[in-house]
């Protein structure tokens, strides 16, 4: 019950309320923002459910590089956590001040609850301009799972179309091993989405990065591409505009691959739902039992 209380707080407040707070400019390049006060870099601390794990450290020491020369221009929010604080938004500027060995770091004080430290950190995230496509997907996929948004919210209050959110999420469907090559850079999200509808991706994938192959190669490949598995004993009927673009939306809210069977002048048809781990398949009965 207190879970439900805290996620229709965050909610409620807003996105477009919680994004105040969030800086939508690299902070080496903003202007300076009013601290509330200077604390002791000893007495702030890391979100231990901060949804980025990956820091740049060449990125990371050309922003320690800035800091030592100007110090910290945008103050990291946080609040207060026991006799010290707890980082909202901002971990890479505290890692840069430690590393530039400053003795004091301008914070602003917000009171956030569990659920919008983590809906504001996952913001923060996305708005960064030097994320990968598959951690730009995931985080709109934390904020749809974990605080109910939809597509259409994320897209007005971030300031993004609906269909770039749509054809990243897409990219969740893909197998770890594709979305760790994209992470990676050897893929670009061009490549990968002609990959989605792939019957063995994988091996796509590691072709189009061994022949250096071009997005339209790719998809042409893709396209052309049938397995001895998958190859299909009679020719299916060629699927309307209206269902692939269903089979598209339910592939983005599911993050997962979806496929639907309807003959044209029928009423019945059937929906399959591929997985590729048993996590996945956790996720699915979670969100199809809707706990």
């Known amino acids: 019950m207190a879970d439900k209380k805290s996620k229709a707080r965050g909610l409620g407040r807003g996105l477009s309320a919680l994004m105040a707070d969030v800086p939508t400019e690299p902070v080496e390049t903003q202007a300076p923002r009013p601290a509330d006060q200077h604390v002791p870099i000893e007495k702030v601390e890391a979100n231990p459910d901060q949804p980025r794990r990956r820091f740049s450290k060449e990125a990371l020491d050309e922003l320690t590089a800035s800091v030592r020369e100007k110090g910290i221009i945008q103050p990291l929010i946080v609040r207060v956590k026991g006799a010290g604080y707890e980082i909202v938004a901002g971990e890479r500027r505290w890692r840069a001040a430690q590393q530039a060995q400053l003795h004091e770091v301008p914070v602003i004080v917000r009171d956030f609850d569990d659920t919008e430290v983590l809906e504001v950190a996952i913001i923060e995230n996305i ?84 022949k250096g192959l071009s997005v339209r190669e790719t998809e042409k490949l893709a396209k052309s591409q049938t397995t001895p598995r998958t190859r299909p004993t009679r020719t299916a009927p060629e699927k309307d505009a209206d269902t692939k673009a269903l089979e598209g939306d339910l592939s983005a809210t599911l993050g997962l691959n979806v496929q639907i069977e309807h003959r044209p002048g029928q009423e019945a048809g059937q929906i399959t739902i591929k997985y590729e781990s048993l996590e996945d398949l956790d996720t699915l009965c979670r969100l199809l039992s809707g706990s």
């Open 127 to 210: 708005q960064r301009a030097d994320l990968n496509p598959v951690e730009e997907a995931a985080g709109y996929r934390q904020l749809m799972d974990r605080f109910g948004h939809t597509q259409e919210k994320l897209a007005e209050a971030l300031g993004k179309s609906r269909s770039h959110i749509a054809n990243l999420m897409r990219l969740l469907t893909l197998p770890d091993v594709v979305q760790e090559m994209l992470q990676e850079g050897h893929l670009s999200a061009g490549h990968a989405r002609a990959l989605i509808t792939s019957d063995d991706p994988i091996s796509l994938a590691q072709m189009v990065v061994k």
